[in-house]
């Protein structure tokens, strides 16, 4: 069955620290997201990416955040300075998009350790 | 605000019971509701997708149903195993073109032997 990967699985930083989370989502899926967990507390929506580009994003997605899709493959998500309060599990997810087809199929998701 | 509850936040039942799960939301235009089981340490895994005229559907030993009147939704869980120890998200997607699913806080299901 088609699996969306994430890499790495785990990642420790310093704060003020750049740090890419990578994401290869479902080959034929064409909307692709982030979202983050905090350890404890509720899926989060970061942002979501179509046809090369930001469709729509939340109040979290700041400046600090940014998406690319470098190649027809990766999915990538930045943060450039990290927080502490950046510590989370991201989970990439990605949908095929066509009519009734909108399941997500989540990663493993990474967990971030900012120090 | 769109909100998406759930009830209870955590459930302890023996190995083999049966147990409901429960979620009302206020998300509106209404799109569809799922369920997910998200293991520790894992993505969240789809279990069910309902639309508006759909009201149940089943996948093996978990059938929810969905009430669109009162906005509520509920996940039964028939003769549990330990591997249904997870978190189970109840998740509601606007419709009228914006996709952006409001996630429930989930309930955590522990089974014990």
């Known amino acids: 069955e088609p699996e969306v990967t994430q890499t790495p699985s785990h990642q420790v930083t310093q704060m003020g620290q750049e740090v890419i989370l990578r994401c290869v989502p479902i080959s034929n899926h064409l909307y692709f997201y982030w979202y983050r967990q905090i350890l404890g507390q509720k899926v989060e929506f970061l942002v979501s990416f179509y046809n090369n580009e930001i469709s729509e994003k939340s109040e979290i997605f700041d400046d600090q955040f940014s998406v690319e899709r470098p190649d027809g493959s990766n999915f990538t998500l930045k943060i450039r300075s990290t927080k502490l309060e950046d510590s989370a599990m991201y989970f990439c997810a990605s949908r095929l998009g066509v009519n009734g087809a909108n399941v997500l199929t989540f990663g493993a998701g990474s967990r971030l350790t900012v120090l | 605000k769109n909100q998406v509850e759930q009830s209870p936040q955590s459930l302890i039942i023996l190995e083999g019971k049966n147990c409901t799960l429960q979620c009302n939301y206020t998300v509106s235009p209404f799109s569809n509701l799922r369920w997910y089981k998200q293991d520790t340490g894992r993505g969240p895994v789809s279990l069910t997708i309902?639309?508006?005229?759909?009201n149940t559907k089943s996948n093996g030993r978990y059938t929810a149903t969905l009430d669109a009147d009162t906005k509520q939704s509920s996940l039964h869980i028939t003769a549990s195993q330990l591997s249904d120890s997870a978190s189970y998200i109840c998740?509601?997607?606007?419709?009228?073109?914006?996709?952006?699913?409001?996630f429930g806080r989930g309930t955590s299901l522990i089974v014990h032997p």
């Open positions: 998740v509601v997607s606007e419709g009228g073109g914006s996709y952006i699913p409001t």
């Open positions: 309902m639309t508006f005229s759909e």
